[in-house]
């Protein structure tokens, strides 16, 4: 008879809980100021190891840069879903990611695979360090 282990054997579920997202300020601030920058033509990321045991999600999309809130929201979408797929092979870090203007008339495909070769940037940068 085999026996299943909770949290080890049991399957990954890809849900975005509220505990996944960084809604407060003052996780925005902490992040900001003591994270690591990385970033690309389409996204700015900020990621600050975290004590949490898992990464968080926060987003910063002006809409002085994306322009109207059809627009805004289409690229927190592929944004929040790219995370919900990616976030069992991240470190447990506060991840900011906030929009570059050229991602205002990007496709989906273009801005999911700039946002994947950031969780990439992530997983190279912040799982051996000790702290940020």
Known sequence: MSRVIPGRDAPRRFTLPGERRLRRKPDFEAA??????????????TARINDQGAPRLGLAVASKSAGGSVARNRIR?????SF???????PPVDLVVS???????????????AIEELWGKVKAQCASSPSS
């Open 32 to 45: 900001h100021a003591r994270g690591r920058r990385m970033g690309n033509g389409f996204f700015a990321l």
């Open 77 to 81: 979408r592929v944004i929040r879903e």
């Open 84 to 90: 919900r797929l990616h976030q069992h092979e991240l």
């Open 99 to 113: 929009m570059r203007a050229r991602a205002k008339g990007a496709a989906n495909s273009e801005l999911r695979a």
